[in-house]
């Protein structure tokens, strides 16, 4: 597993990942929210969102985005 930066190339594998989960938030609309897409599109700019892709398939397992200057997971 590689954990790094998310990217702008990683926006697909992130809303695919929110569409499987987005029940589990009782969030149906949360992949095609702007407000969501809004968020992802600012945590990757000020580097704030972390992804963990399997290495040999390119998977994505995971995303988390934090806030420095909360000093929290956001």
Not at 31 to 45: G, H, R
Request: aromatic letters at 10%; a negative charge.
């Amino acid at each position: 597993m590689l954990i790094r930066w998310a990217t702008n190339e990683d926006k697909q594998a992130w809303v695919a990942l929110a569409e499987n989960i987005a029940d589990i938030f009782d969030a149906p609309d949360m992949p095609t929210s702007q407000s969501f897409l809004e968020y992802m599109d600012n945590k990757i700019a000020t580097h704030e969102a972390l992804i963990a892709i399997h290495r040999m398939s390119g998977n994505c397992f995971g995303v988390i985005g934090f806030s420095r200057e909360n000093n929290r997971i956001s």
